[in-house]
T-cell receptor, first 114, second 115 residues
Framework: AQSVTQLGSHVSVSEGALVLLRCNYS??????LFWYVQYPNQGLQLLLKYTSAATLVKGINGFEAEFKKSETSFHLTKPSAHMSDAAEYFCAVSAPGSRRALTFGSGTRLQVQP | GAGVSQSPSNKVTEKGKDVELRCDPI?????LYWYRQRLGQGLEFLIYFQGNSAPDKSGLPSDRFSAERTGESVSTLTIQRTQQEDSAVYLC?????????????FGPGTRLTVL
């Protein structure tokens, strides 16, 4: 079975500052990793995914994440935060041999201060 | 094109009543998933449908929960004899083929409140 841990249920940054949202996974086989974003009163939207090709994955809205096997991490970053980035972010994992549904972390709420 | 839709968007019910939640997936998507999101928590898997295969029900929390899907279209999630701990947002997602790397597209959810 696999699991995901998101450190920090709330993260606050200033507009223009670096965004770093942490995700660590546990999996006995090479995993596939996803970041989803949930804006207020909206459904989840895929930001990016790692599917065992390039370890640095670029997504929408300027976000990127790097798969680091040695650290079992898949942290999400953005060089410069915008007010519109305020939302809840979820890291998720799937893996061969497991059920088809995603296993989600508990989420990180990002606040962007003007 | 049209995304995943869910109805109702909000449902308030009394403890002990049955509720039915509906999901319309993206046309042509063979895989459909139901998740539950409790306040301040991540998503919990409930059930997965893939084409005509037997559904994966391993996430259903009790026998009060059941779900059906008609072919590769609409799905309904039924909760019988609702309890207060069933209060949550119920999210539906669909994907093109159900593969482990396929993107899941989520609906806006149904917020269920059990009084």
């Amino acid at each position: 079975a696999q699991s995901v841990t998101q450190l920090g249920s709330h993260v606050s940054v200033s507009e223009g500052a670096l965004v770093l949202l942490r995700c660590n996974y546990s999996s006995s086989v090479p995993p596939y990793l996803f970041w989803y974003v949930q804006y207020p009163n909206q459904g989840l939207q895929l930001l990016l995914k790692y599917t065992s090709a390039a370890t640095l994955v670029k997504g929408i809205n300027g976000f990127e994440a790097e798969f680091k096997k040695s650290e079992t991490s898949f942290h999400l970053t953005k060089p410069s935060a915008h007010m519109s980035d305020a939302a809840e972010y979820f890291c998720a994992v799937s893996a061969p041999g497991s059920r088809r549904a995603l296993t989600f972390g508990s989420g990180t709420r990002l606040q962007v201060q003007p | 094109g049209a995304g995943v839709s869910q109805s109702p968007s909000n449902k308030v019910t009394e403890k002990g009543k049955d509720v039915e939640l509906r999901c319309d997936p993206i046309s042509g998507h063979t895989a459909l998933y139901w998740y539950r999101q409790r306040l301040g928590q991540g998503l919990e898997f409930l059930i997965y449908f893939q084409g005509n295969s037997a559904p994966d029900k391993s996430g259903l929390p009790s026998d009060r929960f059941s779900a059906e899907r008609t072919g590769e279209s609409v799905s309904t999630l039924t909760i019988q004899r609702t309890q207060q701990e069933d209060s949550a947002v119920y999210l539906c997602a669909s994907s093109e083929g159900g593969g482990l790397t396929d993107t899941q597209y989520f609906g806006p959810g149904t917020r269920l409140t059990v009084l």
